[in-house]
T-cell receptor, first 114, second 115 residues
Framework: KAGVTQTPRYLIKTRGQQVTLSCSPI?????VSWYQQTPGQGLQFLFE???????NKGNFPGRFSGRQFSNSRSEMNVSTLELGDSALYLC?????????????FGAGTRLSVL | AQSVSQHNHHVILSEAASLELGCNYS??????LFWYVQYPGQHLQLLLK??????LVKGIKGFEAEFIKSKFSFNLRKPSVQWSDTAEYFC?????????????FGKGTHLIIQP
């Protein structure tokens, strides 16, 4: 069974631009969660999607948004990029809600904002 | 909002030493608890979890953790570490039931095992 796939693996953007990251969950998994990982703040929860609906949202500004498609694939968008958005963005999938199930993580997308 | 605290950010041990990594959380109600591990160059993966029942849970590679509700703690232990245990360890908490706030992770403990 293929694991969680995130694309692209690396991105370099400049301030003010926007970016879209993609995540393909494990086949059959309906929940996709997104996290931001930085050396200073660690792993911070962005949002969780389940059956195309945003189920939970972390404490991030509205510039961070996401969506989930009918095939459970998910995208995350960050608009008006800031230097502080440089981070590793991780996607995780689970068979049902993330709080009650094991999450399987992808390798991440490393975003650098210049 | 709930918070998760991991007491040690960096731990260095010799092989065969015993390990205990602390994890405390702030929520007073029912919780689901997890330890995840990230080996160098690999994805985050689950080490063990606690949802209910026996508060002493066993995970992969000889790790175990004990849930002590009165102390709001879920400490990770291993009686004898190996060089291959070098990794970053994350404690995570979800509010039981609906998990309305998603998963909250601690900031991680970087464990280095010296041969």
């Amino acid at each position: 069974k293929a694991g969680v796939t995130q694309t692209p693996r690396y991105l370099i953007k400049t301030r003010g631009q926007q970016v879209t990251l993609s995540c393909s969950p494990i086949s059959g998994h309906r929940s996709v969660s997104w996290y931001q990982q930085t050396p200073g703040q660690g792993l911070q929860f962005l949002f969780e999607y389940f059956s195309e609906t945003q189920r939970n949202k972390g404490n991030f500004p509205g510039r961070f948004s996401g969506r989930q498609f009918s095939n459970s694939r998910s995208e995350m968008n960050v608009s008006t990029l800031e230097l502080g958005d440089s981070a590793l963005y991780l996607c995780a999938s689970s068979s049902s809600t993330a709080a009650k199930n094991i999450q399987y993580f992808g390798a991440g997308t490393r975003l650098s904002v210049l | 909002a709930q918070s998760v605290s991991q007491h040690n950010h960096h731990v260095i041990l010799s092989e065969a030493a015993s390990l205990e990594l602390g994890c405390n959380y702030s929520y007073g109600g029912t919780v689901n608890l997890f330890w995840y591990v990230q080996y160098p160059g690999q994805h985050l993966q689950l080490l063990l979890k606690y949802f209910s029942g026996d508060p002493l849970v066993k995970g992969i590679k000889g790790f175990e953790a004990e849930f002590i509700k009165s102390k709001f703690s879920f400490n990770l232990r291993k009686p004898s570490v190996q060089w291959s245990d070098t990794a970053e360890y994350f404690c995570a908490v979800a509010i039981g039931g609906g998990g309305a706030d998603g998963l909250t992770f601690g900031k991680g403990t970087h464990l280095i095992i010296q041969p």
